[in-house]
């Protein structure tokens, strides 16, 4: 991913946050398990995953960027 994307996919994270459904929907789309998202995110297991999935815990910029990262090189 060029500079610029990232850039562009930054500014974009900091707008309204990640909801529970669209997190649900970028990991169905990119076909991976919640371990497998957990370790693409940094988490040592499921268990965030699942908590952002279930709206018990806020999905930070960070994850969201990250995300949108993994979509564009998808």
Not at 33 to 57: C, V
Request: hydrophobic fraction near 40%; include cysteine.
């Amino acid at each position: 991913i060029g500079i610029a994307k990232f850039i562009k996919i930054k500014k974009q994270a900091k707008g309204n946050p990640m909801t529970k459904k669209q997190f649900l929907k970028w990991r169905k789309d990119m076909g991976i398990t919640q371990a497998q998202a957990a370790n693409l995110l940094g988490y040592k297991n499921k268990s965030m995953i699942a908590r952002f999935e279930g709206g018990f815990a806020p999905i930070n910029a960070r994850v969201e960027m990250l995300c949108k990262m993994f979509k564009e090189t998808n």
